[in-house]
């Protein structure tokens, strides 16, 4: 959507997000097992939007509305009904309109272009939350309840664990184009290694070699039941089953300026796309389609070309899926995002650095947090706010994509630097 109102990022909290893997993370093998616990839902919300509020220096009582993405508390969790859970993080939300916004992995990125969309009709000042909790259940269980995202009755069936299967499915089809496992492992390499420069990534701790994430072998198996898709996923290919939470301000002009702030402090959302694919069918595995139409019309909405964008946070739920979203945005033909990854230019020293903090597969996906974390990640890039993996130039156009399901719900942004 074009926006009649300019409308401004000033900031934002994310958690750590961790999981398995992670040196925080209380599992039986941890030292601190019986003695410590993990954070829960409700903890992730209070952080979250603490962090955010205390960022910004807003205070809880600016707060006109608010959002919070999230899939499935009510499964990993028992808990629903979460934008009651946002006001209980602060007095001063209090009989505040606040919205749970669900659309699987795109939870996080519906929920900010629900804020956004608010401030076109007159909101000064609103806040966006998201959060996720999935390490309650076995990898099993939680494989059946992420299926949920798919279209269950029919592809269920398809895998113990259905979503790797169905992009197993999209890493044999771009094979079958040439892309190699070793162009794939690329991908992962890049993310662990931006990961590992990131404090608050679930595989800050965890190194990736091209040898380990070209192949499956004892350290990195192919873990898939279906004989057919079994050699197109290896675990160095998937996103991390994280808990984590994120959050931020989004305001107007006439909210930035009541706040004491000058765009200058902010990141400006230029446009914001919102595309949904059909559910009941697939489509062809070697391209993201409606990712591409998404930002299509993100790009001629904002006046743009790919060409444009310095730095991309998108949705590498595994590493085939960040090659299909290059060629989704235009960064590579169909089948030749893979030459880009070889050559450096999606690295955080390259011309179009992609995931700089190590994206899904590094930083972790705790899902309902992605979409918002991918935001707060660009206003950092653009403020200098990214540390150990700072850009070296800081970009002026950044480009989010969050998306959810095999490519069904996709929200992508376009922000500029000011």
Known sequence: MSLARRTFVIGGHITPFIGKKHPDFIWKGHPDYGTVTNPTLEDYIQRA????????????????????GNFVGELFSNQGHLGAAVVGTHPDLLYKPVMRVEGACASGGLAFASAVESIQAGTNVALVAGVEVQTTQSARTGGDYLARASHYARQRSIDDFTFPALFARRAKAVQELGVT????????????????????????????????????????????????????????DCSQVSDGGAALVVVSEEG?????????????????????????????????????????????????????????????????????MMEAI?????????????????????????????????????????????????????????????????????????????????????????
């Open 330 to 418: 235009g960064w590579g033909q169909r089948g030749q995002a893979a030459a880009w990854v070889r050559e450096g230019r999606t690295d955080i020293g390259g011309d179009k650095p992609i995931n700089t903090g190590g994206g899904l597969v590094g930083f972790g996906h705790p899902v309902g947090a992605t979409g918002v974390k991918q935001i707060v990640e660009i206003w950092r890039q653009m403020k200098g706010r990214c540390g150990d993996y700072q850009l070296p130039e800081v970009p002026a156009v950044g480009l989010t994509v969050n998306m959810g399901g095999d490519d069904k719900t996709v929200v992508a942004s376009v922000l500029r630097n000011h």
């Open 256 to 324: 930035l300026r009541a706040l004491g702030k000058t765009p200058s402090d902010a990141v400006e959302v230029v446009s914001v796309s919102h595309a949904t694919g059909n559910l009941w069918e697939d489509t062809d595995p070697t391209r993201l389609l409606v990712t591409a139409h998404a930002v299509g019309k993100l790009f001629a909405d904002a006046g743009i070309t790919a060409d444009d964008v310095d730095v991309a946070e998108v949705h590498d739920c595994f590493t085939v899926t960040e090659l299909l």
């Open 49 to 68: 939007v603490d962090g955010a509020l205390s960022a910004t220096g807003v205070p809880a009582s600016a707060i006109e509305k608010a959002w919070v």
């Open 181 to 236: 496992e070793e162009d794939i492992g690329r991908v992962s390499v890049k993310a662990y290694a931006n990961a590992n420069r990131n404090p608050l990534a679930h595989m800050k701790a965890v190194s990736m070699d091209l040898q380990t994430a070209s192949a499956a072998g004892d350290t990195n198996p192919a873990f898939l039941s279906n004989e057919e898709l079994a050699p197109y996923m290896k675990v160095s």
